[in-house]
């Protein structure tokens, strides 16, 4: 679930013009080069935390 929320972040970004795709292709890089890395797993547990909270906030709408 937090991916497709970062992707559909990405996107919106992008298309207003924010964000280039060239700087966003390096983020998504660099974020599976920190995935790798040991820090990876505590990332992803907080990145999950964040997405079910904030989708738990937007189903109780």
């Known amino acids: 679930m937090t991916a497709v929320l970062l992707a559909i972040a990405v996107l919106a970004l992008i298309r207003a013009g924010k964000v280039h795709a060239g700087g966003a292709l390096v983020c998504v890089i660099f974020g599976l080069v920190l995935g790798s890395t040991a820090a990876g797993p505590v990332v992803n547990n ?7 909270w904030v989708w738990s906030q937007a189903t109780s709408l």
Not at 46 to 51: H, Q, R, T, V, Y
């Open 46 to 52: 907080s990145l999950s935390n964040i997405g079910n």
